[in-house]
Structures are given as C-alpha cells and as structure tokens.
C-alpha cells in the first residue's frame, strides 16, 4: 500500500524517521524513491513538504524513475517548490548515475552476446525522443574496436547510409559490426522498414566480408535482438545455400568444360 506523506510536517515525525536520519540509521537500501527524492530537494513548498513534494513528483511519472530521469529542467520547475537550483540537483543526480552506468560498460571488452551489447550500447540512447542509430565494431576476436553514431531521425524514423558504415568498418579493419537504434515509443518490436534495412546492411556486409553481428532495437525496457529471434541466422542458413549453390554450379559447368574439351581433342586425333 503506497503511504501518503503529503502536508505531513517532518517537525512532527520521531527523529529516526526522517529521510536524512533513516539514512544514516538504516542504510540507502531501506530508503523508498520518494525519501531518496527528498533528501536531494532539501525542502518543500508552502504546501507541502519535501516529502510530499517528492510523492507528487514520482506520481506524476507512475513512479517511474526513468521517466523522471527524463523530465527536462523546465519540465521539473513545473512542480511547485521545484527551483532553477533544486531542478540542476536532480538532473545532475540522475546524470551521475547514467556516468557511473556508463563507466561500468566501458570496463567490457569483448561482446559475447546480444546482452553484453545491449549493455555496452544502451547508455547511448538513454532520455533520446529520436532515433538514433549507433554501430559498435569488433574485430575476429569480438573485441570492441569502436562504438559510432551513424544517423539521428525523428520520433518516427530515421535515415541510415550503409557505405557510410562499410567504408569506417574498413578503415577500421573491422571484421563484424553491430547494428543499434532506438524506438522513443517504447515498442521492442522490429517494423517492416527494420527488417528491410537489416537485410539491406546484411547484404552489403557479407559482399564486404564485414558481417553484420546483430541489430539491436533499444527502448527504456529493455532490447530486442535480430540474432537472438533468429532472423540473422535465417539470412546466414540463406546466403550459405546460395553460396553451395554456386559452388556446385561452377562444378557442373567446370565438368561439362572439360567433357567438351575431351570430345575436341578426340575430334581433332580422327581427322
């Protein structure tokens, strides 16, 4: 049950219940999303208390840090209480923590599975209302060689330049790429023009022996990956059908070459 804390006095809370205090007595892991809120804003209006303040704050965004995290300054000054100097405190809290996140991620090396790419890539899309599209290249040992924005959109979509993407894989001396874009909308699923592209970019990459690893769709919630659903596998088992193919059409026309010359040269011994 969610406790209400508005127009409730801390003056009149015991000691040891005030955020600050509960703090220092119980440790950060038994203090709530609003508390932790608090204590950042300091104080509260002539309304209500910083408490207070901060519940209505959270359920604003459904308690939904990330959305919180998002708000824009102008944005946080829209609550009443909420300053120029208490919206810079709470943008730079949830900003240090996407560094801390961030500087976590930079410590991985090597890319094993989709999730060690998501997580390595993520932080770049984090607060975006656009699309963006980011690749991560790696070398024959997986290892990450860099990590570039290719293409910045819209809210509905965006533009990306595959030779853009071969030529830097080149210069690079990249063996494999990863593809990531986000969707604003918060919709893991791939769209028609997702599936065009990956194919598109899967294509070029294998004609450029720089194959596309995975391709990533990113929202707050989580990721989708075409390698894990299965649909870069599909296009591999394709392209190495069509390449057996091949090879045993050069056969046959290699043997019926030689069966021609044969007949020639028996031809040419009974004149």
Do not use: C
């Not at 609003?34 to 209505?56: C, H, M, N, W, Y």
């Not at 290719?150 to 071969?166: A, K, P, Q, W």
């Not at 769209?191 to 690893?213: C, N, P, W």
């Amino acid at each position: 049950m969610e406790t209400s804390y508005e127009k409730q006095d801390l003056k009149t809370w015991a000691l040891e219940d005030r955020p600050r205090e509960k703090w220092h007595r119980l440790g950060r892991n038994n203090i709530s999303d609003v508390e932790l809120l608090a204590i950042l804003l300091g104080s509260g209006s002539r309304e209500d208390t910083a408490i207070g303040l901060a519940q209505k704050m959270l359920k604003s965004t459904e308690h939904d840090l990330h959305q919180l995290a998002n708000l824009n300054h102008l944005q946080l000054m829209a609550f009443k209480g909420v300053g120029e100097v208490k919206a810079l405190i709470i943008s730079a809290a949830f900003e240090l923590g996407r560094r801390r996140e961030f500087a976590d991620h930079k410590q991985l090396k090597v890319i094993s599975s989709s999730g060690d790419a998501y997580r390595k890539m993520r932080m770049q899309f984090n607060g975006l209302q656009h699309e963006e599209f980011w690749i991560l290249f790696v070398n024959r040992r997986l290892a990450v060689l860099s990590i570039e924005p290719f293409s910045r959109g819209g809210i509905n979509g965006t533009v990306l330049d595959t030779r853009m993407i071969l030529r830097r894989g080149l210069e690079l001396q990249a063996t494999g790429f990863i593809l990531a874009h986000n969707h604003p909308s918060g919709n893991l699923l791939p769209s028609d023009a997702d599936i065009l592209l990956t194919r598109k970019v899967f294509e070029a990459g294998y004609l450029m022996d720089i194959h596309l690893q995975d391709h990533l769709i990113i929202t707050e919630w989580g990721y989708y990956s075409f390698r894990d659903d299965g649909d870069l596998a599909d296009m591999e088992k394709e392209k190495a059908e069509e390449k057996k193919n091949e090879k045993e059409a050069l056969r046959k026309a290699q043997n019926q070459a030689e069966l021609e010359s044969q007949i020639l040269s028996v031809l040419s011994a009974t004149r």
